[in-house]
């Protein structure tokens, strides 16, 4: 219990989406490991930058690296996510078009 706090307060994210986030985007293969970080670091680093809202100082204290390594994979992280965004998110669709084949219909006029 004590861990899923951990988890809700530091990256408002409960523990089984962020497991869930991290196979993602192995299996895409959209992250590669560093030299010294794991790809479950590399995320929640920039999860954490993005729930507190942080500097790179800050996560440096929090992770124990560099601002310019927290800086490289935070901006690799963000990119992954644009693109896993587009395979996952519908895009936007208008609300003002009717499909044709309601309009057509007169069933529901």
């Known amino acids: 219990m004590v ?7 530091n990256f408002h994210l409960e523990r089984n989406a962020f497991i869930h986030l991290v196979n993602i985007l192995l299996e895409r293969e959209s ?3 560093g ?5 479950a670091q590399i ?3 920039t999860l954490f930058i993005l729930a507190r809202g942080t500097s790179y100082r800050d ?3 929090r992770f124990g690296h560099s601002p310019s ?3 490289k994979y935070h901006n690799l992280v ?3 996510l644009v693109n896993v965004s587009l395979d ?3 895009t936007y669709q208008s609300q003002l078009k009717v499909p044709p084949e309601i309009a057509n219909s007169p069933i529901f006029f």
């Open 59 to 61: 996560v440096e204290v």
């Open 69 to 71: 390594t927290i800086g």
């Open 88 to 90: 996952i998110l519908l």
């Open 78 to 80: 963000l990119q992954t």
């Open 35 to 39: 030299c010294f970080l794991k790809v």
């Open 43 to 45: 995320i929640a680093t």
């Open 3 to 9: 861990i899923i706090l951990i988890f809700v307060e």
């Open 31 to 33: 992250l590669d490991e």
